[in-house]
């Protein structure tokens, strides 16, 4: 942990058993070598965590950042190289706000230059007379969390709003009170206008010499996102101008900073990237972080991950992760190590309940079953891409005699699962294999035996493996009446050995044998 976070996130991961080496103020090059041996890396916005530290740290699961903006962190090197990135994307979104609207406030009444004057003894009533928000447009650009939060707070006022969001729909922005329009729409109807954007190569500078001409004259600007997405110098000459009335800012694009053109002028309200400066903020991130992190060294799924393509995972949708896993595994056994393009077909309730990470789960399965070593939720994508494997899903609300039903399709081999809740507690079946239906309780150690479907072909394969000294823990058989033939699945307590797998595959009657290791 390179910078400090709340204690309490500190104790939660020192009460779940991790380390946790504080190592504060760090230079680039100490920090290269304090990550060698790293499991996790917990930062905040001062640490810049480049290809460099990340390929120093070769023992790295993850990178959480107490915070929301990742600009100090190389995403995509740390999703080529299976590394998690995960961030804290709610815990100061109140805070941001709520900063958001102290400077609205600070800026429409000069609340600052007043202060300042009257404590340098100059009684300026005149001078720093201000506007009112009631009756006047908000501009919010960018509609998500903090934009929501601060067009609630905006409708308090009695302002009228409007925002520019691509990702947002018309129905969601008129439930908030909000008219959805395009962007150079706000900039010209706008008397205020806030700023909640992330920073990406799309954003930054989006407020310039051009965007800024095409603003109300009178505009006042408020900016508590990050850094550069103004340029700076634009804005203090539209303000010298006189078509900007006024801007605050809490970032800027190079931070910590102590010169600015903006600083110069009298109505211009700066502080220094205080948006999450609260105690609760603080407090929220910390533990937060530290609960991504500890799900991700666990090997859990992380919902704060930002490199994990999976979208937000419902709470209908995560029981079945596992079950999805393990049927990527069980298929990866009956393809004998040999990977080959995936389809994963959701039954049931599950079809359309956003099962996107299900399907990750089955390909992650799918590959770790087949020889390739670290696979995550992040690299997974990536992974079979490299072996040019492709990966589909599709649904289909037909499920009979399941309620929900997972079947995965690989190279000619199917296999379905699902959880059946027994009494008051729900364990996982495997349900068919091969288009024969069996149901059996998947083990760490198991087999499926495809033979001819007559008389003694059970017992033989029971005979051998207890010549073998291997107990069967549970069999189902499936037979299938148009080919006279017929499936067992069984498992096993300790896996079968090569030898006795190769045996049975010369037998007669015997069709085909997998080994299936689902751990």
């Known amino acids: 942990m390179t910078e400090p976070i709340a204690e309490s996130g500190l104790a939660k991961l020192r009460e779940a058993g991790h380390e946790v080496d504080v190592r504060l103020g760090l230079t680039p090059g100490e920090l290269l070598d304090a990550v060698a041996g790293a499991h996790a890396l917990i930062i905040r916005s001062a640490t810049t965590v480049d290809a460099a530290t990340l390929e120093a740290a070769t023992d790295l699961v993850v990178v959480g950042r107490a915070g929301i903006g990742l600009d100090n962190v190389d995403v995509t090197r740390a999703t080529e190289l299976g590394v998690m990135v995960v961030n804290a994307p709610v815990s100061n979104i109140l805070s941001a706000a709520e900063q958001t609207m102290a400077l609205l406030l600070a800026q429409a009444r000069n609340i600052p230059q007043a202060h300042v004057a009257l404590t340098a003894g100059k009684w300026e009533r005149s001078k720093w007379e201000g506007v009112e928000l009631h009756g006047k447009t908000l ?32 129905e969601r922005a008129r439930h908030m009170g909000v008219e959805l329009v395009d962007f150079d729409d706000l900039l010209a109807l706008s008397d205020f206008i806030t700023i909640h954007l992330p920073k990406n190569k799309e954003t930054v500078g989006l407020f310039n010499a051009a965007s800024l001409a095409k603003t109300k004259p009178g505009v006042r600007i408020i900016n508590v996102a990050r850094g550069g997405l103004i340029d700076e110098a634009d804005l203090a000459e539209a303000i010298r101008a006189g078509h900007v009335q006024g801007a605050a800012l809490d970032v800027f694009a190079k931070e910590p900073t102590t010169e600015s053109p903006l600083f110069e002028l009298p109505s211009v309200v700066v502080v220094p990237h205080l948006g999450a400066s609260t105690a609760e903020a603080q407090d929220k991130a910390g533990v937060t972080i530290a609960e991504q992190v500890e799900l991700a060294l666990a090997g859990d799924f992380v919902p704060f991950a930002v490199n994990v393509s999976a979208g937000e995972v419902s709470n209908s949708v995560r029981p079945f992760m596992g079950l999805a896993e393990l049927l990527g595994r069980f298929i990866g056994g009956l393809l004998d190590g040999q990977p080959a393009d995936l389809e994963v077909v959701y039954h049931g309730e599950l079809a359309g309940a956003g099962t996107k990470i299900l399907t990750l789960c089955a390909l992650k399965g799918l590959l770790s079953a087949t020889g390739q070593e670290g696979v995550s939720f992040v690299n997974a994508p990536q992974l079979a891409a490299d072996r040019g494997l492709a990966y589909t899903e599709r649904a289909s609300r037909e499920a009979p005699e399941y309620v929900n039903l997972i079947t995965v399709r690989s190279d000619g ?85 090569p030898a006795v797998i190769e045996s049975l595959r010369a037998t007669n009657g015997i069709q085909d044998i997998h080994l299936i290791a689902l751990r």
């Open 413 to 497: 081999h199917t296999v379905s699962g699902t959880l059946m809740t027994i009494g008051t507690r729900v364990e996982t079946r495997i349900v068919a294999v091969d288009g024969h239906a069996v149901e059996i309780e998947p083990k760490a150690s198991m087999l499926v035996v495809h033979n001819d479907d007559r008389p003694g072909m059970i017992g033989l394969v029971g005979t051998a493996l207890g010549a073998a000294g291997i107990s069967i823990e549970s069999m189902a058989v499936g037979p299938d009446p148009r080919d006279h033939s017929a499936l067992m699945v069984l498992s096993t307590v300790v896996p079968t050995p």
């Open 139 to 170: 501009g919010i650009v960018g509609l998500g969390k903090i934009g929501a939060l601060v067009a609630q707070r905006a409708l308090a006022f009695g302002m009228r709003l409007v925002a520019y969001d691509p990702f947002i729909t018309e």
